[in-house]
């Protein structure tokens, strides 16, 4: 078997004939020794069929009986070291999927495994054992058959040069999986051809008992880990045939249903027999078996001594892979003292609504501390319980902590190990107790307890449990001899730790879920949050349907690409973000965005940190929430509430304004008065007033933003508006572009102002025309709407309801979303400049808003626009809109005594010359305390009181009132800038309160003083 080398041999490559093929296939180099004839062997003859087959069988034999792999390997081994030469042997086993190799048996004189990473397992490369892999054909080299490999870099040396090198491929049918490979170092010993055909020979074995011998370990571990969850989850599990007969069940639903064991159980009866109402049983059979989904029932079954108990099923069918039913699967829980405790909670009200509260504060509190004290309070509520408290048990640690104590002469007492107080006598028993004056005492003659702390008259103390095992103790006491407590008071009490005990045990087994989450990933690959491993080097690796979904791919498809094409800045960004992990070591609760495959961007939390893989790789390991909408909410609550401090701002601009433009507007006209028609200084003035007379557009337009202008709303309906506007929108729009109107049939009311929905409609008009230029239609639509929860939470500042749609729509250039964010601000525009003053979208935004609705826009570049208007419907008949009313003369001056009252000293100033230029006798006053104080000193009669509605200390309407209270006969009328209080509630003037705007002009001011006192 092995051989002498002959001093006179030759070239052992001079009658090898050359390799055929590309310089990329491994060329057959497999009998390099076959030339050298003068090479002898040096010990041993060939090993005859007898003793092959002998290996084969000791082989196939080792594989069921080895403990492990290694002890396999290791025989295999020892055996091939009794047919030939073997002290350097190894077994490479390939991972195709990552391109992996991996080295479980090493046995060598010279070289230690191959380790890069400190692992027996390293990239494919140019290597021997991969020249195997990729050619599929046994391969023997001697020294100067290697080093020609070498010369002609078909492989790379890795580790040490050796005399001779022999491995052969071990396959799974056609499928290579790995390599067996024997080499020598010694001079003295060589391989040959008769050596490679017997190590071919039983490597067919060898890769058959290798096979088999890792799907048995996989396929047993996988069953012992199902097992053991099987074997210990507290819910009973169970599956049956379609007839009831059992086909497993576990301990524990052996344990709920009062049997020794599973086999007990399943041998005594049929689950047909097990339901009391064995008709509600067929038929809950039957709605299983016409759906897939998981049906969940509270139903009442016999124990094994015949009691009832109510228990709570999750069953789902099961099918063959035909699709043909054959069973059902499912889990019990039993919940007979809870149904017992809904029963008797059932007779009283008060005790249903202190349930309820319960079990929402359970779901809603954020730790244990805030549900502790919130029982407490309901359970107060519902008996004497100012001395409360929790105790739990850790039964690893031996210790009772208290983590909620309120007692009227006990301070919380120290964690400590369990002794013989009452509350370890309910931990030990299990059972709900009463301690009374006159049972204590036996129990503590008896030993049974001791006393701890305070004397009580009485104490009761209920079991916190998670099935059978206690791990705590719910407790109050009373040290009131007049409060006692009661066997109800017990029941009571006994149902809440039920609620308590399931809250804190929910706490634990999330602690637990996300351990097994760690060990058990396969497990819940149905996982909402999307789930991920990929290698350092970009690779993904694996990840959850949930994940792919995420970002529009398909799974398969996600796990072919490089992670890198979910980062909108590629594999520059990914880069970036790996350096940072492996800095952190881990990051929580990291916001970033991703990249779909179709392009859009995708907002999510991340939690993610570099962990080792099997192979002890680094790679990154997390999981991935999307957070896109929400994101997008916040993003629009923002936006509200900037346009909301915007029309504050806007409002308070707009009003002190208005008292400066009542100053200007006033004296311009005085000025005016004093300048005849040729006088060159008329011109100059003039100018001054229409200066003011635009400011004081843009302030109204302000106003109406900030949603402070007076209304006098109506109910309308909307098709008469549009419609009545049709041949004002024609002349406004031009011929170039095409007006429809689509509207609603039975659309109902709205209460808005005619003039400003009018506003609403030209302004939006007008937008729409800018933004075709070059014609187009626009289209004016009504219809009810119903604006359901949903659209609510997508639309913060709407909330549902009944309402009335005016949608304008046109087919002009439309806008990008950095526009549409930013179009309702007062002063935005994207017209050049002096074309736009940015005030009537914000205009239109103001108007709707102060009806009580609401206004979105939609809009594509080069597509178009709409704006959708939604305001509240009303149920009320429309009332007539008067057309506009002819200015009637009125005598404008007068010799009535006016009490005006304005704090801007400008303003009043102004007024007062106004005023007595028409006659008037004025009593003026800062305040509304000064305004009181001047009347009651006026012995005349006071005609008209003019006052501003909002003034230091109090307002214009509290002065009227307490005014008018005195002098009935006297005529209010009211100024502001704008108008925000008592008389104008929402920005509605109140019926019969009389207003003039500022700026106003004496002209105005006379006719509206006028109109008041005739």
Not at 542 to 547: I, L, Q, R, S, T
């Amino acid at each position: 078997m092995a051989r002498k080398i002959d001093e006179r041999a030759k070239d052992p490559d001079a009658k090898r004939p050359e390799a055929q093929g590309s310089a990329t296939r491994p060329r057959p180099v497999s009998g390099a020794h076959a030339a050298a004839p003068t090479r002898a062997r040096v010990a041993g003859t060939r090993p005859d069929s007898e003793k092959l087959e002998s290996a084969l069988y000791r082989i196939a034999e080792k594989a069921n009986s080895a403990e492990d792999l290694q002890e396999l390997f290791s025989f295999i081994h020892q055996v091939l070291g009794e047919l030939m030469y073997a002290r350097n042997c190894f077994i490479a086993l390939a991972d195709q999927n990552h391109q992996m190799i991996h080295f479980p048996y090493w046995v060598d004189e010279k070289d230690p495994a191959p380790t890069p990473t400190g692992h027996r397992s390293r990239r494919f490369g140019r290597g021997l054992t991969e020249y195997i892999l990729r050619s599929n054909q046994p391969l023997l080299l001697d020294a100067i058959a290697l080093q020609r490999l070498i010369d002609r870099k078909e492989v790379d040396l890795i580790g040490a040069f050796s005399n001779d090198w022999m491995g052969v491929p071990l396959k799974k049918g056609e499928q290579v999986f790995g390599v067996l490979v024997l080499q020598s170092y010694d001079a003295l010993h060589h391989y040959g051809e008769q050596e490679k055909e017997i190590l071919t020979f039983v490597s067919h074995e060898i890769a058959s008992a290798i096979d088999y011998r890792r799907k048995r370990d996989a396929l047993q571990d996988a069953e012992e880990r199902y097992r053991n969850i099987f074997e210990s989850v507290a819910e009973g599990i169970f599956q049956t045939t379609i007839e009831g007969h059992w086909v497993t069940a576990n301990p524990s639903l052996a344990r709920i249903l009062g049997y020794g064991s599973p086999a007990e159980l399943m041998r005594s009866l049929d689950v047909t027999t097990l339901y009391v109402d064995p008709v509600r049983r067929a038929s809950f059979a039957r709605a299983l078996a016409e759906t897939n989904e998981l049906i969940a029932a509270e139903s009442q079954v016999y124990r094994k001594d015949g009691t009832i108990i109510w228990v709570t099923e999750n069953v789902r069918a099961v099918h063959d892979p035909a699709g043909k039913l054959c069973g059902f699967v499912g889990t019990v829980q039993d919940i007979t003292a809870r149904k017992r405790t809904e029963d008797a909670l059932r007779e009283s009200q008060a005790l249903q609504s202190a349930m309820f509260r319960i079990a929402e504060t359970a779901a809603m509190s954020e730790d244990l501390q805030q549900m502790y004290a919130s029982i407490h309070q309901i359970i107060g509520e519902l008996m004497y319980a100012p001395n409360f408290y929790i105790a739990l048990y850790d039964a690893a640690a031996d210790l009772i902590s208290f983590p909620y104590y309120i007692d009227e002469t006990e301070q919380p007492p120290a964690s400590r190990k369990p002794s013989r107080g009452l509350t370890e006598y309910v931990l030990t028993t299990g059972q709900p107790f009463l301690s009374r004056l006159e049972n204590l005492e036996d129990l503590v003659t008896d030993g049974a307890v001791k006393r701890i702390g305070a004397p009580s008259f009485d104490w009761m103390g209920v079991p916190l449990k998670k099935g059978e095992t206690t791990f705590g103790v719910l407790a109050v006491q009373t040290y009131d001899e007049k409060i006692r407590y009661s066997d109800p008071d017990k029941e009571l009490l006994t149902f809440v730790s039920q609620h308590v005990a399931n809250a804190v045990q929910r706490r634990r087994d999330q602690e637990a879920l996300k351990r097994s989450e760690e060990r058990y990933r396969s497990l819940f690959e149905r996982n909402m949050a999307g789930v991920f491993r990929s290698a350092l080097d970009g690779e993904m690796l694996e990840c959850n349907e949930a994940f792919a979904k995420m970002f529009g791919y398909e799974r398969d498809e996600l796990l072919g690409l490089p992670s890198h094409v979910l980062y909108p800045g590629g594999a520059e960004e990914r880069a970036a973000r790996i350096r940072e992990f492996r800095s952190a070591g881990q990051m929580s609760n990291y916001e970033t965005t991703y990249r779909r495959k179709d392009g859009r961007m995708v907002r999510a939390i991340q939690n993610v940190a570099i962990v080792k893989d099997e192979s002890g790789n680094d790679v990154t390991e997390g999981t991935v929430v999307d957070v896109t909408e929400r994101h997008n909410l916040e993003e629009q609550l923002r936006q509200s509430q900037k346009m909301e401090a915007v029309g504050r701002l806007a409002g308070g601009v707009a009003h002190d304004f208005n008292n400066l433009l009542t100053v200007i507007k006033g004296y311009s006209e005085l000025l005016l008065d004093g300048y005849g028609e040729a006088d060159p200084r008329r011109a100059e003035v003039e100018e001054i007033r229409k200066a003011a007379d635009r400011a004081g557009a843009l302030t109204r337009q302000l106003l109406a933003f900030s949603r402070q202008q007076v209304l006098a709303p109506k109910t309308l309906n909307l098709n008469q508006v549009v419609q009545s506007m049709d041949a004002l929108l024609r002349r406004l729009l031009g011929e170039s572009i095409e007006l429809s109107a689509l509207l609603g049939e039975g659309v109902g009311q709205v209460r808005a102002d005619p003039g400003q929905l009018e506003q609403v409609v030209m302004n939006l008009a007008i937008n729409a025309r800018d933004a075709m230029p070059r014609g187009g239609k626009l289209t004016l639509g009504t219809a009810n709407a119903e604006i359901d929860e949903l659209y609510a939470r997508e639309h913060p500042t709407i909330t549902p309801g009944r309402y009335v749609l005016l949608a304008v729509s046109d087919s002009g250039v439309g806008m990008d979303a950095d526009t549409q964010a930013h179009i309702f601000e007062p002063f935005f525009t994207t017209k050049e400049q002096g074309k736009g003053t940015g005030l009537g979208l914000s205009t239109v935004y103001g108007i709707v808003k102060q009806s009580g609705g609401d206004i979105w826009v939609y809009s594509e570049i080069g597509v178009g626009t709409t704006f959708k208007v939604y305001l509240p419907r009303v149920d009320a008949p429309a009332e007539a809109v008067p057309g506009r009313a002819v200015p009637v003369a009125h005598r404008e001056g007068g010799t009535e005594t006016v009490l005006v009252v304005e704090d801007e000293a400008g303003v009043r100033a102004l007024v007062r010359k106004f005023l007595e230029r028409s006659g008037y006798r004025v009593l003026e006053a800062a305040s509304g305390d000064q305004a009181l104080a001047m009347a009651e000193k006026e012995r005349g009669k006071i005609h008209l009181l003019l006052t501003d509605v909002v003034l230091p200390r109090m307002s214009g309407s509290e002065l009227s009132k307490r005014l008018v209270q005195a002098r009935p006969e006297m005529r209010v009328l009211y100024m502001s800038g704008y108008t925000d209080d008592a008389i104008v509630h929402h920005g509605v003037l109140s019926a019969g309160a009389a207003f003039v705007q500022k700026p106003f002009t004496a002209d105005s001011l006379a006719r509206k003083i006028r109109e008041i006192l005739d």
